[in-house]
């Protein structure tokens, strides 16, 4: 396993409210796997979200040396274990819970969504982008939570393209491109003047838990 890291030093951090809950069960288990280790008493949980902008969150679990963690992280205490997260994943990772469970193993259930990848060209902080995100909000994505899923506004460029990205259930699922230009493109088409087509920016071979497959 990897290290977590402060953003000052491990112990300046250790006060400091939370950016993760851990669960009872998932801290039990995360303290039986760093004792089984030899130098136990220096290590803490990295964890590091490793997925790229617009894509499904993936993260990597490890257990490394929290002294030696890097000046930009933040590291948190929780009941006697540090836990280490690079700084530039603090904000994706603020509300999430980190649970516990024999069948499932350690599992992260974050409310944050993936951020939007930048794409040359394309303009996201219009009246029109925000019209579009609006209808995103209240019309796509409560529909795409039936099947898990959502979209992601990346932008849109001067031929009346809006450029999206999909995740959740969406994210590698058989289904997504049909959806994508069936449902999601026939909203926006309606509801927002301006815009004749959607284009996926999602990288669907990525995905590893689709809704339907």
Do not use: W
């Not at 250790?14 to 995360?30: G, H, M, P």
């Not at 990205?165 to 994210?171: A, I, L, P, S």
């Amino acid at each position: 396993m990897s290290p977590l890291a402060p953003q000052n030093s491990p112990f300046q951090n250790a006060e400091v409210s939370s950016i993760i809950s851990i669960t009872d069960a998932a801290l039990s288990e995360l303290i039986s796997l760093r004792d089984a280790e030899e130098d136990a008493a220096s290590l803490g949980l990295r964890l590091e979200i490793v997925s790229g902008p617009g894509e499904e969150f993936k993260y990597d679990l490890s257990l490394d040396e929290f002294r030696k963690a890097a000046f930009t992280d933040e590291v948190r205490t929780h009941n006697g274990m540090k836990v280490i997260i690079p700084a530039k994943d603090v904000e994706l990772l603020e509300g999430a819970i980190l649970d516990f469970s024999a069948s499932g193993g350690l599992v992260i259930r974050n409310p944050n969504k993936p951020t939007v990848p930048m794409v040359e060209g394309l303009v996201n902080d219009d009246a029109l982008s925000a019209e579009i995100e609006a209808i995103v909000a209240t019309e796509v994505n409560p529909a795409l939570a039936a099947h898990g899923g959502f979209v992601t506004f990346a932008g849109h460029d001067e031929s009346g393209t809006a450029y999206l990205t999909m995740g959740g259930g969406c994210h590698g699922c058989s289904m997504s491109k049909v959806t994508m230009l069936e449902g999601v493109q026939t909203t926006l088409v309606e509801k927002v003047a301006g815009i004749q087509r959607v284009r996926d920016l999602t990288d669907h071979n990525s995905g590893e838990n689709p809704f339907y497959r």
